[in-house]
């Protein structure tokens, strides 16, 4: 038999792509065709990356072989950071690129709305004031429309029992969508683009965890726990290697094997009594279609898969005009010919504009001694297992920004003009090579990312997203800078180079009355990835106490405003993004009593680098340095947040740190999560930690013990203090406290019993030991004026 291939290659931007090739296996091969005879699809809703059921994915994916997909309301943006000091839109970003790891371990496909996680919330009414329901609606609205599901599960109920605002929203939204999509008066814009939609049926996934058990014998259950002997593990397995992606909240997880049952109850639509798919039919009716699929799948080889070609380009050209799996078919044509190809560069990033060198290295290598023709815009010839690799250049011409950052957004969701690049996870338009392969005439196309990628001495190879930056980006050392009089403060800025010989200047924007000194900073770099260390002076001035200052950035006549920002961790592609160059300043009538701070770090937050703004030296310490140290030379040491969750030696340190407050330090230790605790008696006098929180940012703060000096040295704190604290009050309060501490603040949500666990403060010896929920390590990053008056009060010697 003789084969054809051509190849024809030019660079677009298409719709949304994987990273690089991968190659299927045998064993994956056998899954795919077997899967190519199965139609259905699941769409499964949810509000957070992490909310999902990887175990009922995986089994979907791979055992009822439909197509699945989860859309998760929100990318996690208000969670908190088990790995890192990264929080907001940073951690969304990690966060979206875990759930597209666990994707690609369950075999399910990742969706989004425009909805921003803004930080727990108590209520599906508050969730919905913040987000914009319709808005979000429309989202849901629209990825059912697109996606198509025959049912619809969500992991959440709409009541109380969700236990988060977002969970119960989102079991809301996706019944309401459920109708709405079928509604062609519903969102009619939409109609441009994609169908009204009726899925057959939408289940509620119950559950059994947290000390909640909704699950009842009379529910629909299925047993998802089976063993797959092409892939080697049961679908538990799979499942908790695909929750362990979530490293950023810490969901390591136990492989489980055995019998596992979820159960469902439905919401709306037609009942179902024996399976999720009742009433619904799975295969393919076309009887041309089913025979030569039958045939395939007797016929296929895992030793030999590429004898099944022939029939595979047969059954391609039979379904062309037909609903039927076509990625899915692709793919399997290409891996039986043994066809694999990249587009890499030998650098990591390019700047705006400018010529991006790669090479197109392809390679087949099916067992076969028929020869394979391939057309690259001329016709060359590719022989069977030779790497044929063409050198190629674009222009580029759009920076590497996340789509949905591109512009600033509220509180409550991100801004996203195209409704057709609502719900993808990442940039639906990247950097991109379109390829046609054609075999024995029939044509394949498929679209692989340009990416950087290096061989590493101890990793190996490695694929890392391809950057394309501004020519110069300028970063300031800070978020927010303090000023606690009208004196000068130095402002320090590492400038970037992505090209060669670039020049400009550096012009800051500043408030009215607020002065640069200079106003302009010139720059010369000369090579490519040069950096630069600037500074210049900022004074404040008039009547203007805070406001923003934004650098603007002039290479060689174009102006830009972007700093640059990487992420960088094992687990997951290294993330460059360029956020606006700018920073918060704050005139503060602020006072602070003691200078040197030892800080010891816990799960990673910013804490430290606000300390240091307000005028602190602060060394940060691990346990083996208290262990070791003098820590009196320290006029206070604070704990970093969740460190005793986290840190294995919180038992062994802890009489060192009440030690040195018995001998007159001064001790605060911010939150820590009730549930797995390291340690736990970290007081000198006993109190425990609840799951209790106070949400709403502008929550009324009482005064309970006024005389304290807490709030009153070296500052004098009023209610003003508590103005323009972002996202929430603070989390994991302190019950059953000792009569020995004091307790200085009340708080509630709206409709709830006030609490006194945000703040304990206790003599002890000589010293001062402080223990506070308020959440410090969003306000101060932040730059909230009140957040840093009141942090230098706990951080006082003890008063007589």
């Known amino acids: 038999m003789k084969r054809l291939i051509y190849l024809i290659a030019f660079l677009i931007f298409p719709a949304f792509l994987k990273a690089q090739m991968q190659q299927l296996n045998a064993a994956e091969i056998a899954l795919g065709i077997a ?23 995986a089994y979907l994916a791979k055992e009822a072989k439909v197509r699945t997909g989860y859309l998760s309301l929100t990318r996690g943006d208000g969670g908190q950071n088990l790995i890192g000091n990264e929080q907001a839109e940073l951690l969304g970003l990690i966060r979206t690129q875990e759930l597209l790891a666990a994707r690609r371990t369950d ?16 209520t599906s009414d508050e969730s919905f004031k913040i987000w914009g329901k319709e808005q979000i609606l429309s989202d849901v609205v629209w990825v059912i429309r697109k996606f198509q599901p025959d049912v619809i599960i969500t ?38 683009y994609v169908k009204v939609w009726q899925a057959k049926r939408i289940l509620w996934n119950t559950f059994n965890f947290g000390g909640n058990n909704t699950t009842s014998p009379d529910q629909l259950k299925l047993d998802v726990g089976l063993y797959n002997p092409l892939l080697g593990k049961s679908y538990g397995e799979i499942a908790a290697i695909s929750r362990t992606n979530h490293k950023s909240q810490g969901f390591g997880s136990t492989l489980q094997r055995g019998e596992a049952y979820e159960f469902f109850t439905p919401v709306a639509g037609e009942p179902a009594k024996t399976s999720i798919f009742d009433g619904i039919d799975l295969t393919i009716k076309d009887k041309a279609v089913e025979l030569l699929l039958s045939e395939i799948k ?14 595979l380009l047969q059954l391609k050209k039979l379904t062309d005009s037909k609903d039927f799996n076509h990625q899915l078919l692709n793919e399997l044509i290409l891996a039986t010919a043994g066809f694999w190809t990249e587009a890499v560069t030998t650098e990591n990033a390019y700047a705006l504009g400018d010529s991006v060198k790669f090479s197109l290295n392809t390679i087949y290598r099916a067992k076969t001694s028929s020869p394979l023709t391939i057309k690259v815009d001329n016709v060359f010839a590719l022989e069977n297992n030779k790497m044929q690799s063409l050198s190629m250049s674009a222009k580029a011409n759009a920076i590497s920004q996340p789509y949905y950052l591109e512009k600033n957004h509220p509180i409550g ?9 609502i719900g993808y996870p990442e940039n639906p338009k990247p950097f991109a090579l379109h390829r046609t392969v054609t075999i024995n005439g029939t044509d394949i196309s498929i679209d692989i990312p340009i990416l950087y990628k290096n061989t590493n001495p101890v990793k190996g190879e490695r694929y890392q997203p391809l950057v394309i930056a501004p020519a110069v980006t300028a970063t300031m050392s800070e978020k927010a800078y303090i000023f606690s009089s009208n004196s000068p403060k130095t402002i320090t800025v590492q400038l970037k180079n992505f090209r060669n010989n670039s020049t400009g200047f550096i012009t800051p924007q500043l408030p009215k009355g607020w002065k640069s000194n200079p106003e302009k900073i010139d720059f010369n770099l000369t090579r ?22 934004t650098l603007q950035v002039n290479t060689d006549g174009k102006i830009d405003d972007k700093g640059l920002k990487i992420i960088s961790y094992e687990h997951i592609p290294t993330i460059t993004i360029f956020p606006q160059a700018t920073a918060r300043l704050e005139k503060i009538d602020l006072k602070i009593a003691g200078k040197k701070i030892g800080y010891l770090d816990g799960a990673g937050d910013l804490t430290a680098d606000a300390l240091k703004e307000m005028g602190y030296q602060v060394t940060n ?17 604070v704990v970093g947040v969740r460190f005793y969750n986290i840190n294995d030696d919180a038992k062994i340190v802890q009489p060192k740190l009440l030690a040195y407050v018995q001998n007159g330090g001064t001790l605060l230790i911010q939150y820590n999560v009730n549930n797995g605790l390291k340690y736990s008696n970290f007081g000198p006098y006993p109190f425990k930690l609840a799951n209790k929180r106070v949400t709403e940012e502008d929550a009324k ?6 005389k304290s000096a807490a709030l009153n040295y070296p500052n004098k704190i009023t209610e003003k203090d508590f103005d323009g604290w972002i996202q929430e009050r603070g989390l994991y309060f302190a019950t059953d406290i000792d009569p020995k501490y004091a307790t200085v603040l009340s708080m509630k949500d709206t409709g709830e019993t006030e609490s006194d666990g945000s703040l304990l403060i206790a003599d002890y010896g000589k010293g001062k030991f402080v223990y506070t929920s308020l959440v410090f390590f969003r306000e101060l990053p932040a730059g909230v004026p009140g957040a840093y008056r009141l942090f230098a009060n706990l951080l006082a010697p003890k008063q007589p």
């Open 35 to 57: 899967k190519l005879n199965v139609k259905g699809s699941v769409l499964y809703i949810a509000a957070h990356p992490d909310d999902e059921n990887t175990r009922l994915l």
């Open 107 to 122: 075999g399910a496909e990742q969706f989004f709305t425009r909805a921003n996680d803004f930080g727990f919330s108590k």
């Open 155 to 192: 992991r959440f109920p709409e009541d109380a029992r969700a236990g988060h605002g977002h969970h119960a929203g989102s079991a809301i939204l996706a019944r309401e969508a459920f109708v709405a999509a079928a509604d062609k008066t519903r969102f009619p814009e939409q109609l441009k």
């Open 298 to 311: 007797k016929e296929y080889n895992v030793a030999a898969p590429e004898a099944i070609l022939p029939k």
């Open 413 to 421: 969701s991100y801004i996203i003009d195209n409704q057709t690049d």
């Open 528 to 549: 490519k990835g040069d950096e630069q260390n600037i500074s210049f002076s900022i004074t404040p001035g008039g009547d203007i106490n805070s406001g923003n200052i």
């Open 621 to 637: 310490l691990n346990p083996a340095q208290v262990l070791t140290s003098d820590l009196s030379t320290f006029d206070a040491i």
């Open 701 to 706: 703060v009482n005064f309970i013990n006024p």
